[in-house]
T-cell receptor, first 112, second 112 residues
Framework: DAMVIQNPRYQVTQFGKPVTLSCSQTLNHNVMYWYQQKSSQAPKLLFHYYDKDFNNEADTPDNFQSRRPNTSFCFLDIRSPGLGDAAMYLC???????????FGPGTRLTVT | SQQGEEDPQALSIQEGENATMNCSYKTSINNLQWYRQNSGRGLVHLILIRSNEREKHSGRLRVTLDTSKKSSSLLITASRAADTASYFCATEKNFGNEKLTFGTGTRLTIIP
C-alpha cells in the first residue's frame, strides 16, 4: 500500500546532541511537510517542500533544518536539541498543496 | 498563529449517540478539512469542504461550512467506541501559500 513512513518511531537523544528524523513516501507526491506536535496541542508547521522548493515558517527556530534529496525522502535535522524540542514530529505529503494531506505515524522525540 | 479554535475541547458521549464538534476560524479560506488522530499516532484525513460548499457527507460524517460566520461543524452519527480520538479542523487560507493551519482540536471519548 502506498504510504508515508517515518523512522524511527521513537527517538531518544541527549540535550545538545544532533538528531535526524526521516520520512519516506511511496505516494510520489510533490509536497512534503514537517510538523511539530506537543502534547494536547495542534500540529504546528515547521516547513514544507513543493518539489525541491523549500518553504520555512517564519517562527521555525534556526535549530531546525530540513533536506529533501529526492521526491521520496525528507529529513528533519535538529542541530542542538533542547528540552523544549521534545515532541511528536509528523511528516505529511500531499499531491496538491493545500489539499488532503497524508500523514506518517510520527516520531516521538525525547530529549534527556 | 492559530487559525482555528475548536469547541468543545473535550466531549464524552455514550456509544450510539451523535457527536458534534465545532470549528471557528479567522480569515477567508479556500478549503477546510477535518482530521482524526488516535492517541500517539499520525493524523488521518476525514473530509475536505471547499469555500463554495455548504455541506458534505462521508459515511457517518457530516460537515457543514458557514463562511459568513467563519465556522464549520463535524457531526458523527451513531458513534462507536472506535471513534474515540482527537479531531482537528484545518484551514487553507486564501493567499495562504497553500499550507494548512490546524485548530486546537476536540478530544472525543465514546463510552461503551
Amino acid at each position: 500500500d502506498a504510504m508515508v513512513i517515518q523512522n524511527p518511531r521513537y527517538q531518544v537523544t541527549q540535550f545538545g546532541k544532533p538528531v535526524t528524523l526521516s520520512c519516506s513516501q511511496t505516494l510520489n507526491h510533490n509536497v512534503m511537510y514537517w510538523y511539530q506536535q506537543k502534547s494536547s496541542q495542534a500540529p504546528k508547521l515547521l516547513f514544507h517542500y513543493y518539489d525541491k522548493d523549500f518553504n520555512n515558517e517564519a517562527d521555525t527556530p534556526d535549530n531546525f533544518q530540513s533536506r529533501r534529496p529526492n521526491t521520496s525522502f525528507c529529513f528533519l535535522d535538529i542541530r542542538s536539541p533542547g528540552l523544549g524540542d521534545a515532541a511528536m514530529y509528523l511528516c505529511a505529503t500531499s499531491k496538491i498543496a493545500g489539499e488532503k494531506q497524508y500523514f506518517g505515524p510520527g516520531t516521538r522525540l525525547t530529549v534527556t | 498563529s492559530q487559525q482555528g479554535e475548536e469547541d468543545p475541547q473535550a466531549l464524552s458521549i455514550q456509544e450510539g449517540e451523535n457527536a458534534t464538534m465545532n470549528c471557528s476560524y479567522k480569515t477567508s479560506i479556500n478549503n477546510l478539512q477535518w482530521y482524526r488522530q488516535n492517541s500517539g499516532r499520525g493524523l488521518v484525513h476525514l473530509i475536505l469542504i471547499r469555500s463554495n460548499e455548504r455541506e458534505k457527507h462521508s459515511g457517518r460524517l457530516r460537515v457543514t461550512l458557514d463562511t459568513s460566520k467563519k465556522s464549520s461543524s463535524l457531526l458523527i452519527t451513531a458513534s462507536r467506541a472506535a471513534d474515540t480520538a482527537s479531531y482537528f479542523c484545518a484551514t487553507e487560507k486564501n493567499f495562504g501559500n497553500e499550507k494548512l493551519t490546524f485548530g486546537t482540536g476536540t478530544r472525543l471519548t465514546i463510552i461503551p
